[in-house]
């Protein structure tokens, strides 16, 4: 008797439970997943669907074959941190505080205080009240702790993402020894230069004295022995020891891997990306799939070596082809592709300082870190979906990388915040076909915290202009980029300011090559007292916000110091995949 009682109560639990959480039984689920995958400065000209005819990239390709293709693809920032903010939010960086005034335009130390501010909503905490499980596998690049070491109030896990694994900081060339650095070189040099003098000071004073050539008293020689051993640890602690402290793998809060094996880094985030795929199949999931390519020091995988034209950094993007293939890959293998849209973008565009390891940003005019100018801020966007969005569209109007929060966040059936302004726009109507004009009149481009230049695409006609209100001093003369510093400015004696601004008209002459004059251009009084109106409506709407990107939060904090071991002495490492 009580083994059919316990049959008849099983069968009824089970029957209640499919009326009341019919997703958890069956599997099934009426909302969209999401797979978001994004480069790290990569060109738009480094892809075949965009124009390169030397490196092989049949993967991004097929999805703007069975998909949407945007040709203005904006991004917010032409840098890694304020890009990657306007992406998550919706919302200029500076809204959040994640843009400098200074030459420090991204974050630089993993133990600094500064980072993507915990009051603000990504599109992650939003999926996230609809029943979504939410992923990042890969760079952040946007803080770890507030106030002390384990407070983790900047990841990703405290943004909206239930899962994080990968680098919290970048990959950049202090990560593998013999490629230099990337953070404040000249600093490092002239710390380096002040201590040597420092000590050969106080040696020299030492020896004077005990040879009896000097009557030196020993407060005198203490004092550049002291001097020279601060200046050591200022140059030592945080610049000598960036490998260490910069260069980590997290999953969640823990530190995993300290310093990276960047051998074994791509294989192990395409297995996290599949395993998170695998585990989350029959549930609504969004996976964030935010690559460590091809970021210097570029990666030297043995399976991709000499396979391009364009040497090892083609190999590189072949390498990112074949990571996005694998994605797509794996979605099609669970019977995903009709109910996932998928999405691949750079950041920004190409580090064209970088030679021949920087990306193409095909026909456009400058690169990364170039404040308005397109070749650093246009970017591939293609959009898949499966038998809903039209396979082979192409797309010309203006559209930014801050579009897919909406865009996103309505799929998934929830509400955008009320007590922010939203800059991105829902693109679904122009993916489907239902719109054909973008829904920015205006876009304004930053080069940190300065409005650099600003976009018009007028109601009537096909024309965009776009005017610059300061652009960047190359060198030298007539080149394409700041060679001499290596990466542009945004400030003071680095850039020359317009005025009237110089007015070009993208649809007939996309690279920037020759300003519009009021003998041109008919409408050129006008469009120039639109974009003044626009950019003064614009102005009223930012309000005063804490900066992150400060110095005194950018800088380098012993206690805030991601570390696996016990401090200062951090090192740990997980083993190798087998998917390179």
């Known amino acids: ?29 009426d909302k969209p997943n999401f797979v978001l995958m994004m480069v790290d400065d990569l060109g738009i000209g480094d892809v075949g669907c965009y124009g390169n005819d030397t490196i092989r990239t049949p993967n991004i390709d097929r999805l703007a074959q069975e998909g949407v293709k945007l040709t203005q693809h904006i991004a917010a920032a032409p840098l890694c941190t304020p890009s990657r903010t306007a992406f998550m ?6 809204r959040s505080g994640m843009a400098s005034p200074g030459r420090a335009q991204v974050i630089l130390f993993l133990a600094g205080s500064g980072g993507l501010p915990p009051n603000e909503t990504t599109f992650a905490k939003l999926l996230q009240k609809e029943g979504y499980t939410t992923g990042i596998v890969g760079k952040w690049h946007l803080g770890v702790n507030c106030e002390h070491r384990t407070d983790h109030c900047h990841l990703p896990n405290n943004h909206g993402f239930d899962y994080f694994y990968g680098l919290p900081f970048t990959y950049f060339k202090n990560c593998l020894p013999g490629e230099g650095t990337d953070v404040l070189a000249d600093v490092q040099e002239a710390l380096r230069d002040v201590t040597v003098l420092l000590g050969l000071a106080a040696v020299t004073l030492t020896a004077a004295r005990i040879a009896g050539l000097l009557a030196v008293s020993p407060r005198l020689v203490a004092a550049p022995a002291l001097l020279c051993l601060l200046a050591l640890s200022v140059w030592y602690m945080p610049f000598q020891r960036l490998q260490t402290w910069n260069c980590i793998v997290m999953r969640n809060g823990d530190v995993v891997e300290q310093p990276l094996d960047s051998d074994a880094l791509t294989g192990r985030l395409v297995d996290e990306a599949e395993g998170f795929l695998e585990r989350h199949q029959h549930k609504p999931f969004l996976l964030f799939l935010s690559l460590a390519h091809v970021h210097t020091p570029l990666f030297r995988s043995k399976t991709f070596a000499g396979r391009s034209k364009h040497g090892l950094y083609g190999d590189n993007v072949e390498e990112v082809d074949w990571i996005i293939g694998r994605a797509v890959g794996a979605v099609e293998k669970l019977g995903l592709s009709n109910k996932t ?62 579009d897919v929060f909406p865009t996103v966040v309505g799929l998934a059936g929830g509400e955008l915040p009320t007590d922010r302004l939203v800059d991105g726009r829902d693109l679904l109507p122009l993916l489907e076909g239902r719109a054909e004009r973008s829904e920015h009149e205006f876009m304004f481009h930053y080069c940190g915290t300065y409005l650099n230049a600003v976009r018009w695409r007028p109601p009537d006609g096909d024309t965009v202009f776009k005017a610059h209100l300061f652009t960047p001093n190359f060198f030298p003369e007539g080149a394409g980029g700041c060679h001499d510093i290596k990466i542009c400015r945004c400030h003071g004696s680095f850039v020359t300011y317009h005025d009237p601004p110089l007015l070009f008209d993208l649809a007939r002459d996309p690279s920037e090559s020759t300003p519009l004059t009021p003998q041109s251009e008919p409408r050129y009084t006008e469009v120039l007292r639109r974009i003044a109106k626009a950019t003064v409506e614009h102005r009223k709407t930012l309000t005063p916000v804490p900066s992150q990107m400060s110095w005194s939060k950018m800088l380098w904090r012993p206690w805030l ?20």
């Open 89 to 94: 939010t919706g919302r200029y960086a500076l």
């Open 1 to 29: 008797w009580f083994a059919n009682f316990k049959s008849i109560s099983t069968a009824l639990l089970f029957c209640l439970t499919v009326l009341i959480d019919p997703i958890r039984v069956t599997g099934e689920h």
């Open 561 to 580: 110091q991601p570390c696996c071991g016990t401090f200062p002495f951090c090192s740990c490492s997980e083993s190798k995949s087998m998917n390179l």
């Open 341 to 402: 849209l998928m999405y691949f973008t750079s950041d920004h565009g190409g580090h064209i300082e970088d030679n021949e390891r920087g990306g193409w940003n095909g026909i456009y005019r400058g690169g990364k870190a170039m404040g308005g100018w397109e070749g650093g801020i246009r970017v591939p966007g293609l959009f898949r979906w499966t038998g809903r969005l039209p396979a082979g569209r192409v797309i010309d109007e203006p559209t930014s990388l801050m």
